[in-house]
Structures are given as C-alpha cells and as structure tokens.
C-alpha cells in the first residue's frame, strides 16, 4: 500500500475528529495530512512528507482557522451546547417542587430533570415554567 493512503486515512480521521471536538484545530491537522499525502504522491521522502504537514498545518492553523471561528463564533459568541442550552428553554413541573427543595422535577423537550424554584415558592405538578439557570444536573425555574 502506497504511503499516500496512510496520509488520505489520517486525513479522513482527523476531520471525523473535528466533527465531535469544536476548535477547529483538529481540522488544520487534517488539511496538513493532504498536504502530506500530496508530498508522498509526488515521491518526497517521509521526512519531507512529514515536513509538508507541518508547514501546511501551521498555514492553515494561521489562516483557516480564524475564519471558521469567525463564520461559526460571530460576535465572539459561543455556542451553547449541552446543559448550558437548557437556560431560556420552557417546561412543566412533572413532580412537584417544595420549597428549598431541589427534589422537583421538571419535564423539557421530553427529557426529565431535577430542579428547584428560584423564588423558594412551592410549584405544583402541571405548572409551566422556564428554566433561569443551570447548577451541575440541577435546574433552577420560575412560574411562566
């Protein structure tokens, strides 16, 4: 098997990579492995192979990656992900949340979470509220 499909592989698995982290550093690497593959197409040595995906990487580290993270971060905001998504998101009480009590739950987008009132005020099951912050797995809400 040529050397050129090692760097193709590599390729293929660094922007696999890239679709599960955020950074958009991992995708630099993956352009630098084509360009490693090209040196290898063009019968360079592995350590000028090696050399081409350093320097290509280091480009497109340079140039690439700032305008990805300006096309998918504008305005410097960062994409919620996760449990951070949740604040600003409306559900209904599912098992009713006592006072100063964080065994309530709270049903959202079909999905049960444990929660408290932010006002200490008793919420019955039923009750619509939205969600005004997040501490670890637990939710804090308020009456709609």
Do not use: H
């Not at 504008?74 to 009713?96: H, L, W, Y």
């Not at 008793?122 to 804090?140: E, F, H, W």
Request: net charge negative.
């Amino acid at each position: 098997m040529d050397v050129w499909y090692y760097w193709v592989l590599a390729a293929l698995i660094l922007f696999i990579v890239e679709l599960i982290t955020s950074g958009f550093a991992v995708i630099c690497l993956s352009i630098g492995a084509i360009g490693g593959a090209v040196a290898a197409l063009c019968d360079a040595g592995i350590e000028m192979q090696f050399i081409v995906f350093a320097i290509v990487s280091a480009i497109a580290i340079v140039a690439v990656r700032p305008v990805l993270k300006r096309l998918f971060f504008r305005n410097g905001e960062k994409v919620k992900t996760n449990a951070d998504a949740m604040v600003g998101k409306q559900g209904v009480v599912c098992a009713d949340i006592e006072a100063d009590d964080d065994n309530g739950r709270v049903m959202i987008d079909g999905m049960d979470w444990r929660a408290k009132s932010e006002t200490n005020e008793p919420l019955a099951k039923g009750t619509k509220v939205v969600v005004v912050a997040i501490d670890s797995v637990i939710l804090t809400v308020k009456r709609l």
